[in-house]
């Protein structure tokens, strides 16, 4: 696995992987006042064709917009991020899909300090689901993606408001379908 945009604190035992996001650091394009932001980061690995990603996260969330999830990326204009997004005091269960514009879903989570997420893409559709316990899913979300001869899919972390965040990702798997 690679890093775009490696964060300055990361460490990786096992299947265990702690990140701290670095401040001001977030994926979005376009949709408010036509702003951006392509400095979050990613640790991902390239794949062909169809996949199933899954993973389970831990999160501190605290700041406004504190993020930690999936990520399948074709390109800088053509990618989706998936996971626990913090929002009015909440963690969300959030998707933002993004072709050439981003544009964003979520679901208010009752006081869930863990949550699983799945992303599972048969071309060229995303299809979004997490669990509360890492048995029973709940799909979030269903979207297109462009083709790509090479996607990108991995880790997504960012802290666009606070002044940093930290999350564990546990039992990350990747497997063709």
Known sequence: MKWYNEPASWSREGDRILVRADPHTDFWRKTHGGAVRDN???????????????????????SLYDQAGLMVRGDARHWLKCGIE?????QQASVVCTREWSDWSIVALSDAPTVWIRAEYRVPMVEVHYSMDGRK??????????????????????????????AIFEGYRLSEL
């Open 40 to 62: 979050g980061h990613f640790y991902f690995q390239r794949t062909e064709g169809s996949f199933l990603a899954e993973v389970q996260i831990t999160g501190r969330y605290s």
């Open 86 to 90: 913090y929002l009015d005091g909440v």
């Open 137 to 166: 899913y709940s799909m979030i979300r269903q979207a297109h993606l462009p083709d790509s001869p090479h996607m990108r899919v991995g880790l997504m972390i960012a802290c666009p408001t606070g002044d940093g965040f930290e």
